[in-house]
């Protein structure tokens, strides 16, 4: 997609495609906007940019569908849907401001999806703020105007699920089952080649840390260690997630890799038993 965008109802000389990426500077070029925050407002050009970096971001942000839900803007405490831009953001329907989508899934490289407008009414969520403490924030669902969502390459997406992966390893087990229970439930979709489910990587590294090497079906030992020397388990949805099952630690387990391609290709109601009551042992439930 390939259109001619207008700024402050001004035809420019610059051509906005989907899927094109900006630096910073190019950003603050085009729209005269500020060069930090999440959402960065211009008179200049009545416009509002919002970006979400899902590398380095506080907030949970995602697709779900074709509607992209994004947290609004205070990174301590309850954040309120009259304060600075998330009053621009939550009046944008009728205040005539322009609203431009940006990602962030590979370092300083602005993904430019499109312009967007609310498709519903912002609501509340509940999110740990930059000091880790759990706050109310602001959600407001958005849709591309006249666009589909861009198809990331698979390579970026895989490169942005490993930094997140690795960030995630560097946690303690008290600090990963805190962000591992505090998630939607609900697994963000990305369209690449075709749906990949945006896995919480909280909620897999907690499952395999509870097994402790132990595969939660057949309760056998790791087959091996992986690179970093911890026994290979995989994580598996009892209730897959392309049947609306839940992406949390209480429909997740550690499988070793026979366990797992078995559970794929069999699904069988016995084992799906086994697995709940396994994670109700583990919990104390």
């Known amino acids: 997609m390939s259109d001619v965008e207008y700024i402050s109802g001004i035809e420019t000389n610059s051509t906005l495609s989907q899927g094109q990426i900006f630096n910073n500077s190019q950003l ?11 959402m960065r407002r211009s008179l200049q050009t009545n416009s509002l940019v919002i970006i979400s970096n899902h590398l380095e971001s506080i907030y949970d942000d995602r697709w ?3 509607i992209f839900h994004y947290t609004g803007m205070g990174q301590k405490g309850d ?3 009259i304060y600075a831009q998330n009053k621009t953001l939550a ?4 205040n005539g401001v322009n609203v431009y989508l940006f990602e962030v899934e590979r370092d300083k490289e602005y993904i430019y999806q499109g312009r967007v407008e609310l498709s519903g009414n912002p609501y509340t969520d509940r999110q740990p703020d930059v000091d880790g403490n759990d ?11 006249d666009a589909e969502p861009l198809r990331f390459g698979k390579d970026i997406f895989e490169q942005s699920q490993k930094i997140r992966e690795k960030k995630a390893r560097k946690l303690s087990f008290d600090e990963l089952k805190e962000k591992a229970t505090r998630t939607r439930n609900i697994a963000g979709e990305r ?8 896995r919480d990587p909280y909620v897999a590294l907690f499952t395999k840390k509870r097994a402790k090497g132990i595969c939660d079906l057949c309760a056998k030992e790791a087959p091996f ?9 995989e994580s598996h949805h009892i209730i897959w997630l392309s049947r609306n099952g839940e992406d949390s630690i209480e429909n997740t387990v550690a499988l070793c890799p026979n366990c797992h391609r078995k559970m794929h290709l069999l699904d069988l109601e016995d084992d799906k038993a086994t697995l709940l009551a396994r994670i109700k042992s583990s919990f104390g439930l």
């Open 79 to 81: 954040q309120s849907l």
């Open 225 to 233: 260690t992986d690179k970093h020397g911890q026994p290979y388990l």
């Open 91 to 94: 009046e944008s329907d009728k």
């Open 191 to 198: 369209k690449v080649e075709s749906i990949q489910y945006e």
């Open 28 to 38: 603050r070029q085009i729209f005269k906007c500020s060069p930090q925050g999440g």
């Open 64 to 66: 779900v569908g074709d």
């Open 135 to 145: 706050r109310e924030v602001i959600v407001f669902p958005l849709k591309l105007i």
